[in-house]
């Protein structure tokens, strides 16, 4: 799941000792890990409410686009989808290299998402089918961001990050549950033995079928980082 984002990119913006005039944080200069760590922590609640003066959506609470898969044996569709939590993470590690043009983001965060979904085949070993509401907590999952830049000079004669790709892993540590309404028609046996299945194998389960939900999160941080390194350039953001 290349994901959510991107979560962790979406700070890369911050800066060192001089205060930016787009998020409430000081200026860093883009290698200084420490000050990179700190900027992205004070960043992070205003930047997923959503900044509408440039285009950038509201990514805390988030609305997922449709997801829809088919891995070993499960057909799986959620819509509706609304993730919560990315307001609240608690940033690990920033590292930025200019000479590559790379920077690192590694951070974790309590989390949990909602939306209806439709389930059919086999989770692992047991057969399901359901239709209905999902509810999936997330407990201390860590994501770490690989993404990769170019610095173009804008239309305002201004140089700009402008993202080329990313790729991320990420790693539930402590717990995940799951609460799914409608399985088996509504046959409550079945439900449960199901239930106890998903919450017993919890760390399987969501290693091997979660990261398409963590990819449409990540396509969703990756626009909204676009957009606002199309509107800010590097010497607003950062100390060069």
């Known amino acids: 799941m290349k994901m959510f984002i991107l979560n962790g990119i979406f ?3 911050l800066a060192d000792y001089t205060r930016s005039s787009v998020l409430p944080v000081d200026k860093c200069k883009l290698e200084n890990s420490a000050c990179m760590i700190t900027a992205f922590q004070n960043a992070m609640p205003v930047f997923f409410s959503g900044l509408p003066e440039i285009g950038v959506e509201v ?6 686009d449709y997801v829809e ?12 989808g609304r993730l919560k ?4 993470a608690t940033i690990d590690d920033v590292k930025w290299d200019t000479e590559k043009r790379r920077f690192d983001v590694i951070y974790h965060l309590d989390s949990s998402i909602k939306g209806h979904y439709t389930a059919g085949g086999s989770i692992l070993v047991l057969p ?3 239709d209905g509401q999902m509810k999936l ?11 990769e830049y170019d610095v173009e000079k804008a239309e305002d004669g201004k140089d700009h990050i402008v993202l080329k790709k990313y790729d991320f892993d990420f790693d539930v540590r402590e717990n995940a549950h799951f609460e799914l309404s409608n399985l088996f028609n509504g046959n409550k ?4 033995i199901i239930h106890s299945f998903l919450n017993e194998n919890w760390k399987q389960v969501v290693t091997e079928f979660g990261r ?10 990756f626009k909204n980082i676009n957009i606002f390194f199309e509107k800010n350039s590097l010497e607003d953001i950062a100390i060069l």
């Open 59 to 64: 990514l805390d609470v988030m609305e997922l």
């Open 85 to 88: 939590g990315h307001k609240n």
């Open 189 to 192: 046996e079945l439900s449960k």
């Open 11 to 13: 700070l890369l913006f």
């Open 212 to 221: 398409p939900i963590m990819d449409a999160t990540a396509k969703k941080f």
């Open 69 to 80: 898969f088919d891995i070993s044996g499960l057909k799986f569709t959620l819509s509706d």
């Open 137 to 147: 907590k997330l407990k201390n999952m860590q994501i770490h961001f690989y993404i």
């Open 128 to 130: 399901i089918t359901g």
